[in-house]
């Protein structure tokens, strides 16, 4: 399944941010001021799923993965982290990801700017293992309402000039949280996931099916997975 466009919606969507920060800098410099300035906050997080599926492709040879995460946020927006979780992939076996970046709010307009280095220790070929990203993204969650929509864009530093584009949406029906995402790996694949999820005694559960269709005529490369993850943040 093809998602049409995605390139252009990209640059337009950046187009679209640069013009509200440009159109809006007075205004946003306002809000600035109002935004929360106080001690940094630290958060953890840690889950257990029964596949690591990542971009719709299984990062753990089709067995279970523990991930451990710690934020960091900073005044003005600002915040950073890390995660880690078991992995397979080119000898290594864990998986380490630092982040940093900004997310800024205007409305219901929520930004977030930033960059991701993923790093695979013990990597047979780490120069070809190990890359980052840049990424930018928008998501709109409207006051009072049980939905939000997004769209984020990931560009790869490796210099193949290779470009992610995902869409999500989410929508609360007070029983169970349902969400979905949409995506194009420029040059890989193509995926799509539903996740549905719920709170019970201080875990969260989340049951999500995960469709990959790769870039190729191959389609025994294509492949299906439903996971479930048990979570708890701190």
Do not use: C
Not at 9 to 14: E, I, K, R
Not at 134 to 149: D, N, R, S
Not at 150 to 167: R, V
């Amino acid at each position: 399944m093809k998602i049409s466009k995605s390139k252009i919606f990209a640059s337009g969507l950046v187009a679209i941010m640069l013009n509200v920060v440009s159109t809006s800098s007075i205004q946003a410099a306002e809000e600035a001021k109002a935004l929360k300035v106080g001690p940094a906050e630290v958060s953890f997080n840690a889950s257990y799923m029964s596949n690591y599926i990542w971009r719709g492709a299984d990062q753990n040879a089709n067995d279970g993965s523990a991930s451990f995460g710690m934020d960091l946020a900073l005044p003005k927006t600002i915040y950073a982290g890390i995660w880690t979780a078991g992995i397979s992939a080119d000898g290594s076996s864990q998986e380490v990801d630092f982040y940093a970046g900004v997310a800024p709010s205007f409305g219901p307009a929520n930004f977030d700017i930033g960059y991701i280095a993923y790093k695979y220790p013990g990597a047979v070929t780490p120069k070809n293992t190990n890359f980052g990203e840049w990424y930018a993204g928008v998501e709109f969650a409207p006051e009072g309402k049980p939905f939000t929509v997004g769209a984020k864009i990931y560009q790869n530093d490796a210099g193949e000039n290779l470009q992610t584009t995902e869409f999500s949406a989410s929508y609360d029906t007070g029983v169970v949280a349902l969400s979905a995402v949409m995506g194009d790996a420029e040059k890989s694949n193509e995926y799509w996931s539903v996740t549905a999820s719920k709170e019970m005694a201080g875990l969260e559960f989340a049951l999500t099916y995960s469709d990959n269709e790769q870039d190729t005529a191959d389609v025994t490369k294509d492949k299906e997975y439903l996971t479930l993850t048990v979570s708890k943040s701190f």
